[in-house]
C-alpha cells in the first residue's frame, strides 16, 4: 500500500491553522517584552547590588534555564495556585512561566553585553566629567545594544517555539489547533509539517527584524549601505563579513 | 599620598605640588606607580590617604554648610573631572562616534551646549590636532597615532585646568610616536599644565620645565628637565636612565 499525502485535510482546515498562528503571536510578543524586562532588570542588579541580593536572581537563572520549560508551566500553572493561593487565568500564568524562562537566558545575554564594554570608554567618560547615568546612557548602551542583538535574537525565535508547549494547558495557539486537526483526521504527517513550516516563518521573520535592528544599530556602515543591499550581502557571504568597530 | 591593591602599596607617600603652566615629565620603570599616580589625580582610582588639590579645591571632596569636607557625589565629582583633562595610554575613543562625535559628546552632555556652538569649539580642536579631513571617519578607520590625536582634541574641547597624559605614546607604533609628541609639544608650548607619565626621554629632555622619577611608590629624584638627565644624582635614577637609552 503506498502512502498517499493528503494536504487538501490541512488546506481545508487552514482558518483553525490562522486562529492559532494569532495567539501564538500574541502569547510570544508578550513573552518576549516581559522577559525582555526581566533579563534586564536582573542582569542591571547583578552588575551594581550587592552580593546577598543577587543570591536569590542567580538561584532564579540557573532553575528556570536548567529545568525543561514544559514543566515550569505545568508547575506555574497547578503548583502555584496551591502554594500561594494565587488563582490565574491559563493565558496569565502560561505568559508568565514563558517570560520567567525567556528572561532566565535573557538576562545573561544582557549581563555578558553590559560586561563586553571596553572599561576604557567608560573611564573616558568618566574623565571628561560624564555622571554615571549619562555614562550608560551614551557609551555603555549603545554599545551593548548593538553587540547583543544576535544573542537577543536567539532567545526571541526559541521563545516563539516555547510557545507551542502551551498546548499541553489547553491554550488554542498553533501547536494545539493542529492537534486537534490530527485528532479529527488521523493526519498527522501533513498537518505537523505545516504547522513547522508557518512557525518557521514566524521564526525568519523575527530573526529578518532582528538584522534590520543590528543594520539600525550599526555605528559603521559602509557607504550606507540600504538594509535590502546589506541583507543580500550577508546572505550572499555570512563569513565575509568583517567585525566593525574595535572589539 | 597613598595607594594600596591588597597587599601591595604601589604609592607610599608622594607629595607634589605643580605650579600653572609647568610642565612635568614622570618617569619610572613599569609598575613603579606613574599611572597610579595620576588615576588618583581625577579619582578613577580613589586614594586611600592624601589629597590631591586643584586651585585649592580638593577633588572628591566638597565643603558641607558647616565647613567640613565631606565625600562628594558623583554629580560634584563628574564636575570636577570636567576641568582635569585625561588621556589614556589606549586612546579610549567612542567606537559607535566619529571623530566629530568623540569631540563634541562631552561638550553636549557635560557642558550643556547646542549642538553648533559644540560643533564650532569641535572643529577647532581637531584642526589643532590636525585631522579636520578625518571628522567624519570612525575610530576604527584611523591609526593609532590618529586616535591619540583625537582623544587630546577631545580633552583639549573642555578646556581643562591641568591635562593629565597616562604614557600617550606607549600605544602606539614607533613612527606613529612623532605625530603624538608633536602635538604634545606645541600644546606645552601654550602654556597649559601638563602632567605626563612617559618613556620618551627625548621629549621629556627637551620639554619638560621639571622630571621627576618615582620607583617603588616614592619620589626618587626631582629636578629641572636638564639637571635630570645630565647629572642624575642617584644610583637607580643613573641605571634607570641608562637601561632606557640603550
Known sequence: ?247 | MHKSFGSLEVLKGIDLEVAQGEVICILGASGSGKSTLLRCINQLTIPDRGTIRINGEQIGYELATNGDLKKAPQTKLAKQRSRIGYVFQQFNLWPHRTVLGNVIEALKIVKKMGTDQAEQIAIDRITEVGLLDWKDEYPATLSGGQQQRVAIARMLAMEPDVMLFDEPTSALDPERVGEVIEVMKALAAKGHTMILATHELNFARDTADRAIFIDEGVIVEQAPAQIFFSKPNSQRLGSFLKRMSM
Request: aromatic share 12%; proline share 4%.
Open chain 1, 1 to 247: 500500500m503506498e502512502f498517499e499525502f493528503r494536504f487538501d485535510i490541512v488546506w481545508n482546515n487552514f482558518p483553525l491553522l490562522l486562529e492559532g498562528v494569532q495567539t501564538t503571536i500574541i502569547l510570544s510578543l508578550l513573552t518576549m517584552l516581559l522577559g525582555t524586562v526581566i533579563g534586564l532588570f536582573v542582569a542591571i542588579v547583578r552588575l551594581r547590588a550587592r552580593k546577598i541580593f543577587t543570591v536569590p536572581l542567580i538561584i532564579y537563572v540557573e532553575v528556570f534555564r536548567g529545568t525543561p520549560g514544559l514543566i515550569q508551566i505545568v508547575w506555574i500553572y497547578y503548583c502555584l495556585p496551591i502554594v500561594t493561593g494565587l488563582q490565574l487565568d491559563a493565558f496569565t500564568s502560561l505568559v508568565i512561566a514563558m517570560a520567567l524562562n525567556v528572561g532566565s537566558y535573557l538576562s545573561e545575554v544582557f549581563r555578558a553585553g553590559i560586561q563586553a564594554v571596553n572599561k576604557g570608554h567608560i573611564e573616558a567618560a568618566a574623565a571628561l566629567g560624564f555622571r554615571p547615568g549619562q555614562i550608560t546612557r551614551r557609551v555603555v548602551v549603545p554599545q551593548a545594544a548593538y553587540r547583543m542583538i544576535p544573542a537577543i535574537g536567539n532567545v526571541f525565535v526559541s521563545a516563539i517555539k516555547l510557545s507551542s508547549l502551551c498546548s499541553v494547558l489547553g491554550m488554542a495557539e498553533l501547536m494545539y489547533q493542529g492537534q486537534i486537526i490530527i485528532a479529527n483526521f488521523f493526519r498527522p504527517i501533513e498537518v505537523f509539517t505545516v504547522v513547522a513550516l508557518i512557525y518557521l516563518i514566524m521564526a525568519y521573520s523575527t530573526s529578518l527584524f532582528m538584522m534590520y535592528l543590528e543594520w539600525k544599530l550599526a555605528w559603521v556602515r559602509r557607504e550606507n549601505v540600504p538594509f535590502f543591499e546589506n541583507f543580500k550581502q550577508i546572505s550572499r557571504s555570512a563569513f565575509q563579513i568583517k567585525p566593525q568597530g574595535d572589539l
